[in-house]
């Protein structure tokens, strides 16, 4: 397994925001979101190390930490995901995916929650969106919409709607960072009287240097 980096730091984003975690960073990527922050971790052929799924296991029991967010890149494309999940039964597991691959199959035990992304069409990558993820998405799992314009904000709030995703799962309206005004979301949840859905901010980048690694 191709992993970039692996560390000990919270959680920056989603419903374990603030946290401490252990972070798993798989490389590769089938998509190319314009505003990707991680775009170091979109080819396997970027400066990584080679691990078995053993490998991992052991270092996140060596951690002492309970809770696991395993990212990417996209970390669903990584071979011998599974079977590193089925190590991992002990521990609360948060997996990091963009959208665009079904997601159930990697769901082998209640102890896994997904995060997925939905891409907005500033992103460029919307007409990729794996599409029944929204309907099989749980009360566990999370959906995030990284908002880069009035028109993603628009589009947020119409898949919203459709799929009553504030109704099946817990949902987060995010910004790009420092390109899109947060007040301006909080102001159209109040229009739109979402009082389930939580606007996100990522912690880590006002805690440290945005462009910092590892973090």
Not at 46 to 71: C, L, N
Not at 103 to 117: A, L, S, T
Not at 125 to 141: F, I, Q, V, Y
Request: with cysteine; aromatic share 10%.
């Amino acid at each position: 397994m191709k992993v970039v980096e692996k560390f000990i730091s919270i959680d920056g984003e989603g419903p374990t925001a603030g946290a401490l975690s252990v972070f798993v960073r798989f490389a590769g990527c089938n998509l190319r979101c314009a505003w990707c922050d991680t775009s170091y971790a979109w080819d396997t052929t970027a400066d990584t190390v080679d691990m078995t799924a053993s490998e991992i296991a052991d270092y996140i029991k060596a951690s002492g930490i309970g809770h696991v967010t395993i990212t990417g890149g996209e970390p669903l494309l990584q071979p011998g995901l599974t079977g590193l999940l089925s190590r991992l039964a002990d521990y609360d597991v948060h997996i990091e995916t963009n959208g665009a691959i079904p997601v159930e199959q990697f769901r082998i035990g209640d102890n896994i929650h997904f995060v997925i992304d939905y891409k907005l069409p500033d992103s460029g990558m919307e007409g990729r969106m794996h599409l029944p993820n929204l309907a099989s998405a749980r009360k566990t799992d999370a959906y995030k919409f990284v908002i880069a314009s009035e028109r993603d904000l628009d589009k947020a709030v119409e898949v919203v709607r459709k799929y009553r995703l504030d109704e099946t799962t817990q949902v987060y309206f995010s910004t790009v960072y420092g390109k899109f005004a947060p007040a301006q979301v909080v102001e159209r949840m109040k229009l739109e009287k979402f009082d389930k859905i939580k606007l996100q901010l990522q912690l880590h980048k006002f805690i440290w240097d945005p462009q910092r690694r590892g973090v």
